[in-house]
């Protein structure tokens, strides 16, 4: 039977691709990826305005350029396509060890099931291990699926929920 192409599959990275470390000539571009993709981690039990959900993003990347912290650029040329940011130094509170703590990671929306994703938290890995962190964790949203199937895919478990009720 004659399969029908699968038209993510067909789109790879140019060999151009490449990931790098990310500075602060990068920061502009990273609130703006950040706020035009962060709806997708609003779940479906809060309701906050598109401002206000942008407004918290930038709090949220101004928190993490505040200290120490990974930047990697996923390029493709010139072009960014996409970053992953994480904390390397953020103790987590059971263990009191140093973790990777993955803060955002977000892929340009016309360059996405091409792989950037995964390779942008592969690098994130690898340079937790180079710091010797021996744990790499973060929150994600229940309902953003591209998000939990790609964490699923790099072997990610979930740890703790957080509950959350209409009051
Ligand atoms: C999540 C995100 C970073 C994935 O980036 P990406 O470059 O498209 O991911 P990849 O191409 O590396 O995908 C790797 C795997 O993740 C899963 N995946 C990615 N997007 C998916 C989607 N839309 N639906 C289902 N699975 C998806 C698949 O298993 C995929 O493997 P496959 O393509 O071989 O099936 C991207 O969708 C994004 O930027 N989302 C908005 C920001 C965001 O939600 N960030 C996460 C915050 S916690």
Same mark, same amino acid.
């Given at each position: ?5 699968? =038209?993510?599959?067909?789109? =790879?990275?140019?060999? /151009? ?8 000539? $990068?920061?502009?571009?990273?609130? /703006? +990826?950040?706020?035009? *993709?962060v709806?997708?981690?609003?779940s479906?039990? =809060? $309701?906050?305005?598109?401002? %206000?959900v ?7 990347? &101004? ?11 996923a390029? &493709? ?7 992953? +940011? ?8 059971? *263990? ?9 990671? !977000? ?11 995964? =390779?942008? @938290?592969?690098? !994130? ?13 973060? @929150?994600? %949203?229940?309902?953003?699926? !591209? ?10 478990? %979930? ?9």
């Open positions: 039977m004659a399969q029908r192409p699968c =038209r993510h599959r067909s789109r =790879r990275l140019s060999e /151009d691709f490449k990931i790098r470390a990310g500075g602060a000539g $990068d920061h502009a571009w990273v609130r /703006d +990826l950040g706020r035009r *993709t709806s997708s981690s609003v479906a039990l =809060r $309701d906050p305005s598109p401002s %206000t942008g407004d918290s993003f930038d709090r949220l990347v &101004d928190f993490a350029f505040g200290q120490s912290h990974v930047l990697l650029v390029e &493709d040329g010139l072009e960014r396509l996409g970053f992953v +940011l994480f904390l390397d130094r953020l103790l987590d509170e059971v *263990t009191g060890l140093p973790q990777a703590f993955v803060v955002y990671v !977000a892929v340009e929306p016309h360059a996405r099931r091409r792989g950037a994703g995964r =390779r942008l @938290m592969a690098a !994130a890995e690898s340079e937790a291990r180079k710091r010797d962190l021996a744990y790499a964790s973060f @929150m994600v %949203t229940e309902e953003n699926d !591209a998000a939990r199937e790609l964490y699923a895919q790099l072997g990610y478990q %979930t740890e703790r929920r957080q509950l959350c009720k209409r009051l």
